[in-house]
């Protein structure tokens, strides 16, 4: 079946780039998404892209597809203390019409 | 609400015993997404349901879990006979398109089972 599959932590430095890299297994979602998710709170989509796109740029977000090599990435520009959350890769699988694969998601650490 | 609700936001049960969780999608939002999020599985896709046709439940852990949606709106999630690796938070989503598009999480119900 679909597997997504991301590291697990990733820390940096307030004002820095963060990059969380994502692979999946099944090309055939049309749509692929990051969704956010802070302490204590519930799931909150971030953005997502096409499946037809190579990238897409939404303010201090930008996501790069490589449907070839099928991976997913999400780089966070001047990162802040505000983006420390966990971040969540899914796409949506063939197994039950549109209900999503997730990755077990990447802790992002920001210290001022 | 302009969001997906879930109701309780906690609850705790002893095994053995039998729960409903509720979910009450945005209004307007045709499909509707059980989903359990549990340390060490990540989040897992329990079951979908899609206006009025035959809910998809290939996510569905055990025969002990069941869902129902009325009048395409609400959705409860009933899990008999609990056991202690049922404890979880339970997520409920909706969304508007079919074919994936956006889906709108509520903050879940987070489930013990003692």
């Known amino acids: 079946g679909e597997d997504v599959e991301q590291s697990l932590f990733l820390s940096v430095r307030e004002g820095d780039s963060s990059v969380i890299n994502c692979t999946y297994t099944?090309?055939?979602?049309?749509?692929l998404y990051w969704y956010k998710q802070e302490p204590g709170a519930g799931l909150q989509l971030l953005t997502y892209?096409?499946?037809?796109?190579d990238m897409k740029q939404d303010q201090r977000l930008t996501v790069l597809l490589n449907k070839k090599d099928k991976h997913l990435s999400l780089r966070i520009a001047d990162t802040q203390t505000g983006d420390s959350a966990i971040y969540f890769c899914?796409?949506?699988?063939?197994?039950?019409?549109?209900?999503?694969?997730f990755g077990k998601g990447t802790t992002l650490s920001v210290s001022s | 609400g302009a969001g997906v609700s879930q109701s309780p936001s906690n609850k705790v049960t002893e095994k053995g015993k039998d729960v409903e969780l509720r979910c009450d999608p945005i209004s307007g939002h045709t499909a509707l997404y059980w989903y359990r999020q549990s340390l060490g599985q990540g989040l897992e896709f329990l079951i979908y349901?899609?206006?009025?046709?035959?809910?998809?439940k290939s996510g569905l852990p055990s025969d002990r879990f069941s869902a129902e949606r009325t009048g395409g709106s609400v959705s409860t999630l009933t899990i008999q006979r609990t056991q202690q690796e049922d404890s979880a938070v339970y997520l409920c989503a909706s969304s508007s398109l079919s074919g994936g598009g956006e889906q709108y999480f509520g903050p879940g119900t987070r489930l013990t089972v003692t």
């Open positions: 349901f899609q206006g009025n046709s035959a809910p998809d």
């Open positions: 892209i096409f499946s037809n796109m």
């Open positions: 099944d090309s055939s979602s049309t749509y």
């Open positions: 899914a796409v949506v699988t063939n197994q039950a019409g549109t209900a999503l694969i």
